[in-house]
């Protein structure tokens, strides 16, 4: 009998008992009280979307206007915020105008919810923006005292020249490039000290509006390249042409793909996650380009530029591993498989070298992807200190790529123990020292200084990516999939967020780490949380017409974060991902690509994806029906066991997979934004031998921590000490009433007088010692321990070899102790020419029998930077502090 088109001995009626109708053009997908998802069309109050065919979607939504980001530059220099902070308009000229509102110089914005509603539609034409300064305060502080202190540089004793700098033509962020009367001077006309500058913009919506004054995607390229999908639902259909065009249109000149269309440049992390997603499955050879030019010189994968100078403050770089193991398994190709298997291979090493912690089994390093240091971390962490850090999600993609590197081994006939041995250690760290119990998720990071402690947030990337790669175990899936803190728009990235900090990876929504989060539910079968993915991916690519980067989490707007790009690549992996990933279920092994679909009751009926390219096969795949698992499947019109593709099949085949029509209740955990309350600024009185702290707002108890671990809970703002002859770090938490706390404190160090040594560097100078790459290959101190135990090493230093937010000259130096390697030392950048600027390294815990000792800090080609040339520090000297 026949089946649509698919041959099934015996099924029809069968089949349409358990199936549901292919869909009416109106049935509804999913409703809430936030947004509504059907077969063609997505309604969120006052605004819908609506397919019109599978290559037309239109749109009421205000379209994604242009941003412009810009500073302001007092006497020609760059001295208004330190990087990462900006003022922020999008232009919706109405009248061939834009007026900004009047900033106050040095006054940095503050986070606010934009909302739909209150963006009008703007003109396409372009647009006179007239920019408002306000300096009247840096005037009278002139007047008065003959200077003013701007936040960054150089004190001012004459305000002008006057410049804004920016991101947008005409703008530029070098001022150097500006001169008096340019464009780009503001100027107070009447003295008043308002000074204005009015320059020309245009719009450059990405989106035209049609005849009826809608946003409109049409398609315009074609996608025969690509796997053909067809379904009942059309607005399905039409979201997965559009992200297949984005794709296309990523594509740069070299065959690599960019970031998104706001971001030319290929990112080791996005490429990777993408390749994850969906990139391995249409479109792998685009992605192997992509994942070599990540690959330095030496044969190691790039950590992209970043906090105090990248790797090894950051060492999620392993993202590739995981892509590479994609892009493996859908082609076969073994030829990348002992070249992809030798990058990864000596990126581990230096990264077991220098950022793995024997005593937990994991690895330190910034959390993957959430990169923007104040948007996920307590302000007073230092790149040092966030090098300290074990994060979940990187920590969940370390052990992802030990796994890889085990299945490459076993693939390539070399023993794999090792590298199954050490995803057992981080995945057992992970068990131990990460996962709460009482709140049904993992910690998102463990940190401090000497003594670290865990952040209970939810850090939404890092559990999916535990979840999909298997370091969270099995018995614990149903419980993160239901406590997790889930929003009406998607998966907040963290949550509870953070008190007054511009939305960008705090309070927002990133499509492509909700596309995770329902990628991981489908695995575990946990329905109501696939349901709500789906209809959460749908609703902003089809409101918005492209696949946004981020957007507001309270709100679901994409307006209002401090950085947004259409067409994200990693968005579009995610938005094509809930077809490959969740609908069709599609899993790439080593001998098989197997199908798992998870299928909604309202998604049912015949869905066909065509053109599949695995390895010598191309697939046409059905799928049938809903339900959370396969009832039975057909190769070539044959009942076969599994549903799944064998990788030595060759040439064209049809697989068509039926649902079991089983679709169980399950729960989400559905919360509202919550802040927490600012982290307290606690320091201590030495004569009183008090810890004192200002009253946090919103706080209604305190918590006092000693050496990671509290101890007491109050309502004061101040607590007792006592300096013994060990260190103790005390730390301060606000809780709020609902119990809501904030991060802890900086730490602060409680020892009595003269029980730390210092030890300076043979042959240093009058204050510090020169390191360069190399240069001195050993630099050795000695230290006499009377009374043996454990001890905190760390080395006071100054890097100004570049910004503390990118670039990547971090400088690395393993120590030895007696001989034996102890750990290595991180002395990340702390500000371009700030050699001034003193900080301290991660400690190192050592313990030291009493006797003389030999201590040495030595330059290793383990210890090598992203840089390669340039690994350049001054060391001041090493402190050496008893621990209890």
Known sequence: MLHGRHWIPGLAIATMAAAPRCAPSQEVLFHSPAFEVSTNRVRQGPFDAVAQSRDTITSNYPRAAREVHFKFALGGADNEFPPGIEHTIHLRPQGGAVATPLYAFAVPPQPFLPRAEDSAEGEDAAARVTIRLDLRAVRRAIAERGYYDPPLGARVRAIEPVFVIGDTDPLVWDVRQLKPGAPQELTDRDGDGIYEATLSFRPEYLRPLSADGRAIWSRRVDLSAYPAMTSPHVLADALYRLSLEELHELRRSDGALAAGAKWPGVWTRDVALSTVLALAFVAPDAARTSLMMKVDSAGRIIQDTGTGG???????????????????????????????????????????????????????GESSFLDWREQSYPRWMQPADIYQSEALGTNAVHYGAFRVLGAMARALGESSAVWDARAGAVRSGMAATLWQPALGWHAQFRYGRVSLSRSPSAEALGEALALVTGATPSAQRARVLGAFPLMPFGTPTIWPFIADVPFYHNATI?????????????????????????????????????????????????????????????????????????????????????????????????????????????????????????????????????????????????????????????????????????????????????????????????????????????????????????????????????????????????????????????????????????????????????????????????????????????????LQLDGRTAGVLVMPQRGSGRWDDWGYTNPLILSLRPGRHVLSLEWTPLDENMNRHVSTALLQQLRVTPLP
């Open 510 to 814: 990133w499509p492509f780490v909700t596309a995770y989060w329902t990628w991981a539910a489908a695995d575990a079968q946990a329905t109501a949380a696939v349901e709500h993915g789906l209809a959460a991916m749908a609703r902003g690519a089809a409101l918005f017409l492209t696949n946004k980067e981020n957007m507001v989490a309270a709100t679901g707007h994409f307006e209002g974060t401090a950085l947004n790009s259409d067409r994200q690549l990693w968005s579009v992996a995610g938005t094509l991902a809930m077809s490959y990933r969740v609908l069709f279920g599609m899993r790439a092994e080593e001998r098989r690509l197997a199908f798992r679909p998870m299928v909604p009751p309202a998604y049912g009926g015949e869905r066909t994806l065509r053109g599949v390219r695995y390895r010598s096969a191309e697939l046409t795949v059905t799928v049938l029906g809903h339900g959370t698992g396969v009832a039975r499947a057909w190769l070539d019109e044959r009942p076969v066991p599994r549903a799944e593709v064998l990788a030595t099949t060759s040439g064209s085949h049809t697989l068509v997979i039926e649902m079991d029509g089983r679709w169980p209740a399950s729960r989400i955990n559905l919360v509202e934004a919550r802040v927490a309350p600012a982290t307290p600024v606690a320091a201590l009185d030495t004569a009183a031998l008090r810890l004192e702290w200002p009253a946090v707002a919103r706080a209604s108890r305190y918590v006092v921590y000693r050496d990671g671990r509290a101890i007491d809970t109050v309502s004061a703002t101040a607590v007792p000490v006592t300096a013994r002859s060990t260190l103790a770090e005390y730390q301060v938490q606000a809780l709020d009433r609902a119990g809501v706390g904030s991060f802890l404190s900086e730490p602060v160090r409680v020892i009595a007088a003269g029980a730390e040594r210092f030890l300076r560097p043979a042959g240093a100078r009058d204050t510090a010692l020169r390191l360069e790459r190399g240069r001195p290959a050993r630099v050795a101190f000695e230290v006499t321990v009377r009374r043996g135990g454990r001890f905190a090493l760390d080395a006071r230093y100054a890097n100004g070899s570049g910004p503390i937010n990118t670039e990547d000259k971090a400088a690395v130096r393993t």
């Open 310 to 364: 990248s790797w090894p403050i950051s060492t999620d770089r392993m993202t590739w591993a995981l892509a590479a193991w994609e892009v493996y398994a859908m082609t076969g190709d073994h030829d990348w498989l002992r070249q992809a298997y030798d990058i990864i291979r000596r990126s581990a090493e230096a990264d077991r070298h220098a950022a793995f912690d024997a005593r937990t089994g994991l690895m330190r």
